[in-house]
């Protein structure tokens, strides 16, 4: 099967960090743009960041710009996601997507791959 598993998310404090990984499985990554939404209970899914084929081209979403950062390791086929100062909003299920062709690094149509979601709580 051709597939996506994101990984890493946990548990952290406000101001904590973490590392979250999509690693592909059945097709090579490095073909494809990867990008990471999250989804909180309620609300709309809402890009993370975008990353290019070659990982020269990066775009963040509007509400963790600033905190989060990605990259690509495409020798192991794998995706991350750095996030620091977490808070409490950031609290949500991440996913990570891969599309052959995007325009728009968020326009969820254009991913033809999806990984089944990490969950990140942020909680004192």
């Known amino acids: 099967q051709l597939q996506l598993v994101e990984s890493g998310g946990a548990l952290v404090q406000p101001g904590g960090s973490l590392r979250l990984s999509c690693a592909a499985s059945?097709?090579?990554?490095?073909?494809?743009?990867v990008a990471w939404f999250r989804q909180a209970p309620g609300q709309e899914r809402e890009g993370v960041s975008c990353?290019?084929?070659?990982?020269?081209?990066?775009k963040f979403g509007d509400s963790m710009k600033g905190r989060v950062t990605t990259s690509r390791d495409n020798a192991k086929n794998t995706v991350y996601l750095q996030m620091n100062s977490l808070e409490v909003e950031d609290t949500a299920v991440y996913y990570c997507?891969?599309?052959?062709?995007?325009?728009?690094?968020?326009?969820?149509?254009?991913?033809?791959?999806w990984g089944q979601g990490t969950q990140v709580t942020v909680s004192s």
């Open positions: 997507a891969a599309a052959s062709n995007t325009e728009f690094c968020f326009q969820e149509r254009d991913y033809q791959y």
């Open positions: 990353i290019s084929p070659n990982g020269r081209k990066i």
């Open positions: 059945g097709f090579n990554l490095d073909l494809y743009t």
